[in-house]
């Protein structure tokens, strides 16, 4: 899946990896918290590291429920650069 989210620019994400990084999705600390509580909220725990956040997910993962994560990961992405008032690139 490639889609273009205001808050990580271009960004292609895969829902067969066994572990999810987001070297891409720089962005200071605060804000990072806000993105995490949102993605906690909709049930898809990730761990913060500096300023990005890293997921992994269990190696026996279905592909289904990896796409649903991947797919809520996006929607929540793309509605925080709405509240974070992140123009589109």
């Known amino acids: 899946m490639e889609k273009t989210i205001p808050i990580v620019g271009r960004a292609q994400l895969k829902a067969r990896v066994y572990f999810l990084g987001s070297n891409w999705l720089r962005m200071p600390k605060p804000l990072l918290n806000q993105v995490f509580n949102a993605l906690l909220k909709e049930g898809v725990l990730v761990m913060l590291g500096g300023n990005s956040f890293r997921l992994y997910p269990a190696l ?30």
């Open 60 to 89: 026996n993962i279905d592909p289904k429920i990896a796409k649903n994560g991947i797919r809520i990961i996006e929607r929540v992405l793309s509605e925080q650069s709405k509240v974070l008032k992140i123009p589109p690139s």
